[in-house]
């Protein structure tokens, strides 16, 4: 399967933003296919719960497929997923979620959607970073560009070496503009690319993004 695992250092810092705006590129030039297998907190409509995540990211999508392909398992509650499948009487195994991220086109370049950051528990005995490792796609770790977030990006990206992943890059999501330079200083400490993403130059972060997708 082709595409990229999209994770992050927390949950809230981005990476559904992050993703939509690679979908909505990548899509100019190929078949794209976004997956979140899972998501909490999610709204009733009707009989249904209503994955606004997942709603985004298959709005960006050239070819939008049925909202349950793109994410199947939708809660209520607001928790980790391991807990809010768990209390809505549903067991998520890891099976599960790596069944939800296939698709049906071999050629289709796939955009998946963790939930929080790698060790976040997301399925029974089961964290982010195990779907990761099961479904073997190139990392996008997001981080927010604030204070902490040399450390933050320091720790997710040994937690993936720890686990063998290939990360790809690691994105700075530049909420507030400031003076922190976190971009500059990364670079003393890791050989992983890293690309600002900033709404005010979207232009140039799609650029290097498809670059690096392009080389893996």
């Not at 939509?20 to 078949?31: C, G, M, P, Y």
């Not at 998946?112 to 029974?124: D, Q, T, W």
């Not at 990364?186 to 130059?201: I, R």
Request: aromatic share 4%.
């Amino acid at each position: 399967m082709k595409g990229v695992f999209v994770t992050g250092s927390n949950t809230g810092v981005g990476k559904t933003t992050v993703a939509i705006e690679i979908v909505r590129h990548i899509s100019q030039t190929r078949d794209v296919k976004v997956r979140k297998p899972v998501e909490t907190n999610c709204e009733l409509s009707g009989q249904n719960y209503m994955p606004k995540d997942a709603i985004a990211l298959s709005a960006a999508c050239q070819q939008q497929e049925d909202l349950e392909k793109v994410c199947p398992y939708c809660f209520e509650i607001e928790a980790s997923a391991e807990m809010a499948s768990t209390e809505s009487g549903k067991k998520l195994t890891l099976e599960d979620l790596v069944l939800a991220c296939m698709c049906d086109i071999d050629e289709s370049f796939v955009v998946v959607e963790g939930a929080g950051g790698l060790y976040s528990p997301i399925a029974k005995e089961a964290l982010n970073v195990d779907l990761a490792i099961e479904l073997q796609l190139p990392l996008l770790i997001v981080i927010r560009d604030e204070l902490g977030a040399i450390s933050q990006a320091l720790l997710t990206l040994e937690a993936a070496k720890n686990n063998n992943l290939t990360v790809a890059c690691v994105i700075l999501n530049v909420v507030e503009s400031n003076n922190l330079s976190n971009k500059k200083a990364l670079a003393a400490y890791t050989e992983t690319p890293v690309v600002s993403f900033y709404q005010g130059d979207l232009e140039t972060f799609c650029l290097e993004i498809e670059k690096l997708v392009e080389d893996g």
